[in-house]
């Protein structure tokens, strides 16, 4: 490990990578809100200035680019793909968090004989929801008269 500081040119570059990084993330996968969408591209800003020196460095060497990439450019591409990964990460731990501690679901309540549900195909329905499923979707039998003024 070396003692020398690192260049205004990497910082530069880890900083460009990590918010493109983070740009592209919240553009691929869409926030709910201002609120999500400001920490996610903090969450990608701070993890691609972390880690974006060893994933490109890391990056360079499985695509064996070391050679022909400048450090600045290693510590750009590490910094994009680390911003870009860390929020897919967090939510692979999420669900996994989630699917790990779920809870089991309540036993659903039973129903009186004869009791019907909204999604029952059997359930009585009112006289005006009847002439409406009969004239078909986006047609109401209310609206389409004859000329004499009784109903189709």
């Given at each position: 490990?070396?003692?020398?500081?690192?260049?205004?040119?990497?910082?530069?570059?880890?900083?460009?990578?990590?918010?493109?990084?983070?740009?592209?993330?919240?553009?691929?996968?869409?926030?709910?809100?201002r609120q999500d969408a400001?920490?996610?591209?903090?969450?990608?800003?701070?993890?691609?200035?972390?880690?974006?020196?060893?994933a490109g460095l890391a990056?360079?060497?499985?695509?064996?680019?070391?050679?022909?990439?400048?450090?600045?450019?290693?510590?750009?591409?590490?910094?994009?793909?680390?911003?870009?990964?860390?929020?897919?990460?967090?939510?692979?731990?999420?669900?996994?968090?989630?699917?790990l501690f779920r809870t089991?679901?309540?036993?659903?309540?039973?129903?009186?004989?004869?009791?019907?549900?909204?999604?029952?195909?059997?359930?009585?329905?009112?006289?005006?929801?009847?002439?409406?499923?009969?004239?078909?979707?986006?047609?109401?039998?209310?609206?389409?008269?004859?000329?004499?003024?009784?109903?189709?």
């Open positions: 490990m070396s003692a020398e500081p690192i260049s205004g040119v990497v910082w530069g570059a880890k900083l460009a990578g990590a918010a493109a990084g983070s740009a592209i993330s919240i553009a691929y996968l869409l926030p709910r809100g400001a920490a996610r591209f903090l969450v990608g800003l701070v993890t691609g200035l972390v880690f974006g020196g060893p990056l360079a060497q499985h695509l064996r680019l070391g050679d022909a990439l400048s450090p600045g450019e290693q510590a750009m591409m590490g910094s994009a793909a680390a911003s870009l990964c860390a929020w897919w990460a967090l939510g692979v731990i999420k669900r996994f968090a989630d699917a089991p679901a309540a036993p659903a309540e039973p129903r009186e004989a004869g009791q019907a549900t909204p999604d029952d195909p059997d359930r009585p329905r009112s006289p005006t929801k009847l002439r409406r499923m009969a004239s078909g979707p986006g047609r109401h039998a209310d609206s389409l008269r004859s000329s004499k003024g009784d109903r189709r």
